[in-house]
């Protein structure tokens, strides 16, 4: 690690030096910001109507390309792409994709950028500058890309192989520069996420450096994991637990199984699922338009929660006249309490793994996803071990059934020798 920390600092360096050269000529009006990734820095000077934009590498890696997109997904995201030729020359080239798919030449960008030819290095480790005319906002959210593999061509229009790293960031433009305040280092030190690559070569999906405060939309992104982990991976569960060992001992099992499902898991559901729609359609989000897989499974979970409720509420209120056997709708509901638990617990992953990297926050720490996989193990361990009472209840019920000839009850408790229909 070590011997990373020289070209590491380069990049810093770098950036900071070419604001130094800005503030040297315009001493009152620049201000700027810079983020550092696993492999990249990105550093943005304002000055008057004019914005520089500094892509350089971190040593970690050899840059084969740079770029970054001026928004917060790569859908129809504006992009300025990077790379160094054989030659020493550097082609700069304006992208803009439909989705998550190689971007390809914007023929007309909204804002034309320019290569600072005498500012840009490619020898060591590159670094790429262009300008910008500015859009007036003060901050400026980016998308941001490294590829590893030159694409080998000076064309505008090369092949672009897939990114090993990528983001999404925000950049305070009316930062004051200093020469220490306009970059943060952190980043030449970050390892990826956990299930990323690292040093393998593969994707590597570290998160960016912040020292600014965070976003509206980051903290409805974190308010909305915690509210769904707590409603979908706690309160559900536990309300499941409830049902399976007290059901055949106490008279209140019930009473806690609603309060756990209903009123707990209920209102947390309720509240992180809103917070998700709003973070989605946020200013400085990934657009709620692009509807990935963590939001389909998160729409169809909310489905299926309300779907499990309206069910269990006709068992407890629609009693069959005729109770001659355990009514399937019981098997239905138990069955599907517990494939919605194991749907939540998938989607708990791809917002680990996915959604996570385009919040622009720094990367889970990796007890996150240990965890994870300890509660994975340990829920259905302790839900096979409450099987084990199944005998009793069936029996219990099927007692019931023969002294209560008609009649149908849910929520007494077996010391009545009544019948549990859930």
Not at 141 to 158: C, E, T, V
Not at 205 to 225: C, E, F, K, N, W
Not at 265 to 281: C, E, N
Not at 381 to 407: I, M, P, T
């Amino acid at each position: 690690m070590v011997h990373l920390l020289p070209v590491a600092t380069f990049s810093i360096l770098f950036a900071l030096s070419t604001a130094s050269h800005l503030v040297d000529i315009y001493p009152r009006d620049a201000t700027g910001d810079s983020k550092c990734s696993t492999y990249m820095c990105v550093s943005a000077i304002l000055n008057g109507s004019t914005v520089q934009y500094t892509l350089a590498g971190t040593g970690r890696a050899t840059p084969g390309w740079m770029g970054v997109g001026f928004g917060t997904q790569m859908s129809n995201t504006p992009m300025v792409i990077m790379w160094s030729n054989s030659d020493g020359s550097i082609t700069i080239s304006q992208r803009k994709a439909p989705s998550e798919v190689m971007p390809t030449v914007d023929s007309n960008p909204p804002r034309l950028a320019t290569l600072s030819t005498s500012l840009s290095t490619t020898s060591g480790n590159s670094a790429f500058v262009f300008t910008v005319d500015s859009n007036g906002a003060n901050t400026q959210s980016l998308i941001f890309g490294f590829g590893d593999k030159n694409p080998g061509d000076k064309s505008a229009s090369a092949t672009l192989q897939q990114h090993k790293d990528y983001g999404i960031t925000q950049l305070n433009l009316q930062k004051a520069l200093s020469g220490t305040g306009t970059t943060t280092g952190g980043g030449a030190s970050q390892t990826g996420t956990p299930g990323s690559s690292g040093n393998t070569g593969n994707e590597d999906t570290g998160g960016v450096t912040s020292d600014i405060p965070l976003t509206p939309y980051q903290r409805m992104i974190i308010a909305h994991a915690i509210f769904c982990v707590l409603g979908f991976a706690l309160f559900l569960p536990l309300g499941a637990l409830v049902a399976r060992y007290l059901r055949t001992f106490s008279s209140t099992w019930y009473t806690a199984h609603w309060i756990a499902q209903f009123v707990l898991a209920g209102l947390s559901i309720i509240i992180g699922v809103v917070l998700g729609f709003k973070a989605a359609s946020h200013d400085g989000s990934i657009s709620y338009k692009i509807l990935d897989d963590h939001k389909k499974t998160g729409i169809v979970l909310f489905v299926l929660y309300f779907a499990q409720c309206a069910l269990g509420a006709f068992i407890h209120w629609v009693k069959p006249k005729r109770v001659l056997r355990r009514p399937p709708q019981n098997y239905v509901h138990a069955l599907l309490g517990l494939a919605i638990i194991g749907l939540a617990l998938y989607q708990i992953r791809t917002g680990i793994k996915k959604e996570w990297l385009f919040t622009g926050l720094d990367a889970l720490p990796s007890g996150v996803y240990t965890l994870w996989i300890v509660w994975c193990v340990v829920l259905p361990v302790l839900y096979a071990v409450g099987l084990v009472f199944l005998r009793k209840q069936y029996g219990q019920e099927a007692d019931a059934r023969s002294r209560w000839n008609n009649e149908y009850g849910m929520n007494k408790g077996p010391l009545a020798s009544e019948y549990h229909d859930n």
